[in-house]
């Protein structure tokens, strides 16, 4: 049972204009979600996070929305750099007490930023 | 100066074999994790260890064992190793949150990659 999708296998975008990757959940008890970035041979590297009493979380070129009604959200790269190009991994958990919190990831998808 | 780390990096053995996948953190982090990605790339989590004692178990083989010697080491046992259990191993670790709503961000090892023959 896939709780947290991202039905885009890969993206391919030019340098300079906007990155748009999109994830869906379908478990309305999320309400923390991430994204996480890995090159290859490496392990995923927290990006950017955002909250369920929130819609939006902006840091720098990486914005991320949440639309709790639709249960999406998606990850803006603004402008987008080669250097960017990797798995990006949507994950999500829910708090429900207690402070261990397990992540749900999704299959991610591969970005890749031509120059 | 490695947040995160984890030996071997590469692990090739036969089926039915008993192997071990160590896992270091310096973060100071209370809670530890291993997380298998299979063939078809999903993340999935399999333990979870806070202060040294198991708090999540998923559906997990108990050939599966793993070993919290002190909060900054959880180590992953794998007996009677089977193909199936070729994939790519990650530990993770994140802070104490203290009871209060999630903002963990979990940190990754760079993985172990496991391929039994």
């Known amino acids: 049972d896939q709780q947290v999708k991202q039905n885009s296998p890969s993206l391919s975008v030019q340098e300079g204009r906007i990155s748009i990757l999109n994830c869906d959940y379908t478990?309305?008890?999320?309400?923390?979600f991430l994204w996480y970035k890995k090159y290859p041979a490496e392990g995923p590297t927290f990006l950017i996070s955002i909250s369920s009493i929130k819609d939006k979380n902006e840091d720098g070129r990486f914005t991320v929305f949440l639309n709790k009604s639709a249960k999406h959200l998606s990850l803006h790269i603004v402008p987008s750099q080669p250097g960017d190009s990797a798995v990006y991994f949507c994950a999500a958990s829910s708090s429900g007490g207690g402070s261990n919190y397990k992540l749900t990831f999704g299959k991610g998808t591969l970005l890749t930023v031509n120059p | 100066d490695t947040a995160v780390s984890q030996t071997p990096k590469y692990l090739v053995t036969q089926m039915g074999n008993d192997k071990s996948i160590k896992c270091e953190q310096n973060?100071?982090?209370?809670?530890m994790y291993w997380y298998k990605q299979d063939s078809k790339k999903f993340l999935k989590i399999m333990f979870s260890y806070n202060n040294k004692e198991l708090i999540i178990n998923e559906t997990v083989p108990n050939r599966f064992s793993p070993k919290s010697p002190d909060k900054a080491h959880l180590n992953l046992h794998i007996n009677s190793l089977e193909l199936g259990d070729s994939a790519v191993y990650f530990c993770?670790?994140?802070?104490?949150?203290?009871?209060?709503?999630?903002?963990?961000?979990?940190?990754f090892g760079p993985g172990t990659r496991l391929t039994v023959l």
């Open positions: 478990n309305s008890m999320f309400d923390y």
């Open positions: 973060l100071g982090h209370d809670t």
């Open positions: 993770a670790s994140s802070p104490p949150s203290w009871g209060l709503p999630s903002t963990d961000t979990q940190y």
